[in-house]
């Protein structure tokens, strides 16, 4: 069973960027598509990005597009989200999850491992 640890989040104002990472251990990363869902608070759990498992296909929400971009280094068994152009919009736990798939997965149902998550704050 694969573990994920996610780090990198933190405080960051209005307009600022961050990068978010995802430790992977006990399974060679390459046997699993990625993503990244965030919760923000009081809502449910969304999609904000998802990756292949060889970074050849790569998805994100309409919110996101063109500020975060999704990879993956397979070798150091990491993913990463790096977030720029940051609005109060972003605010939420963020959550790294492997898919059940080395395909593309852009739906909660297939991804059956998950970190525990990252604060990202935004301050206006």
């Known amino acids: 069973q694969i573990q994920l640890v996610e780090s990198g989040g933190g405080l960051v104002q209005t307009g600022g960027s961050l990068r978010l990472s995802c430790a992977a251990s006990g399974r060679p990363l390459k046997n699993y598509a990625m993503a990244w869902f965030r919760q923000p608070p009081g809502k449910g759990r969304e999609i904000v990005s998802a990756i292949d498992w060889i970074a050849t296909e790569t998805y994100y929400d309409e919110s996101v597009k063109g500020r975060f971009t999704i990879s993956r280094d397979n070798d150091e068994n990491m993913v990463y989200l790096q977030m720029n152009a940051i609005i109060p919009e972003d605010t939420a736990t963020y959550y790294c999850?492997?898919?059940?798939?080395?395909?593309?997965?852009?739906?909660?149902?297939?991804?059956?491992?998950w970190g525990k998550g990252t604060q990202v704050t935004v301050s206006a």
């Open positions: 999850a492997a898919s059940g798939t080395a395909t593309l997965a852009t739906t909660m149902s297939w991804y059956h491992y």
